[in-house]
């Protein structure tokens, strides 16, 4: 992968991480790493195979905010 993608991926993967993003901070940085790994893809930038590593823990990190959200919700009642 080229090095300046994989910077620029970490540094949203980082955003999403912090503790309690808003959900339109979490979903703004969703889609601008989603954006860069197709984009990343189609120009070259990565391979398929690490195109699919990026999504999946893209699905990951949005996954485990669903949860949180979930458990502050409940925790709210």
């Known amino acids: ?3 300046d ?3 620029a991926l970490d540094t949203a993967y980082e955003r999403m991480s912090r503790p309690e993003p808003s959900p339109a901070a979490f979903a ?3 889609a ?3 954006g860069m790994i197709m984009g990343g893809r189609t120009c070259g930038g990565m391979s398929k195979d690490e195109a699919a590593v990026e999504r999946a823990r893209l699905s ?3 996954t485990l905010y ?3 959200l ?3 919700s409940d925790l709210g009642r």
């Open 1 to 3: 992968m080229h090095t």
């Open 5 to 7: 993608l994989r910077h």
């Open 28 to 30: 703004s940085s969703y």
């Open 32 to 34: 601008v790493c989603l």
């Open 60 to 62: 990951m990190l949005a």
């Open 66 to 68: 669903e949860i949180l």
């Open 70 to 72: 979930g458990v502050r």
